[in-house]
């Protein structure tokens, strides 16, 4: 199975700053990552998909890229509304594996 | 609008079993892959199963293989989930999804869930 390591496990980030949360697969996943958004009481909202591109709706200080096996997601100039937990999701092959979450709150 | 509504969930009792389903609107379900992913409380995300358009191939983890059966019905564009033994374990919210097609088969939609509680 491929595990996907996430970090940190929480953080809490000043309105404005600049924030990045990485995902390491421990085997090749060919950019077949997406990363999803989780508010409470609310189901996850897709967010970026295959690694870098950014779903429709989705505002443009969010972006995603790659690094070897490392996968990232970035907020640029963090807003109030971007507080929730952040998953990313390898769906390269079955079992299709997530990993373990990041808290977002603001500072 | 792609619409995914969960329904069945309740208090169960280790080693019953449960049924749940998902209403799907807004988009040609016999197109897509779907699938059930489920959450425990306070914890991460865990994919449960994937079933194909047909419906001939079905994807499960070991944790639920065996016990876990994904199913649909086109004709009603619904997704079903047999859950038999249960276990503590399961307790979780189960959610609905949409894989993508073409692109990755991500998950693009979601439902808003529905809970499982397994205990005695």
């Known amino acids: 199975d491929i595990q996907m390591t996430q970090s940190p496990s929480s953080i809490s980030v000043s309105l404005g700053d600049r924030f990045t949360i990485t995902c390491r697969a421990s085997q090749d996943i060919g950019n077949y990552l997406s990363w999803y958004q989780q508010k409470p009481e609310k189901s996850p909202k897709l967010m970026i998909y295959r690694a870098t591109n950014l779903e429709d709706g989705v505002p443009s200080r969010f972006s995603g890229s790659r690094s070897g096996s490392d996968y990232s997601l970035t907020i640029n100039s963090l807003e109030s509304e971007d507080t929730g937990i952040y998953f990313c999701l390898q769906h390269k092959q079955y079992p299709l594996t997530f990993g373990s979450g990041t808290k977002l709150e603001i500072k | 609008e792609v619409q995914l509504v969960e329904s069945g969930g309740g208090l169960v009792q280790p080693g019953r079993s449960l049924k749940l389903s998902c209403a799907a609107s807004?988009?040609?379900?016999?197109?897509?892959?779907m699938a059930w992913v489920r959450q425990a409380p306070k914890k991460g995300l865990e994919w449960v199963a994937t079933?194909?358009?047909?419906?001939?191939?079905?994807y499960y983890p070991d944790s639920v293989k065996g016990r876990f059966t994904i199913s649909r019905d086109n004709a009603k564009s619904s997704l079903y989930l047999q859950m038999n033994s249960l276990k503590s374990e399961d307790t979780a919210t189960y959610y609905c999804a949409r894989h993508e097609t073409g692109r990755g088969y991500y998950f693009d939609y979601w439902g808003q869930g529905v809970m499982v509680t397994v205990s005695s």
């Open positions: 079933i194909s358009t047909s419906g001939s191939r079905t």
């Open positions: 807004g988009f040609t379900f016999s197109n897509y892959y």
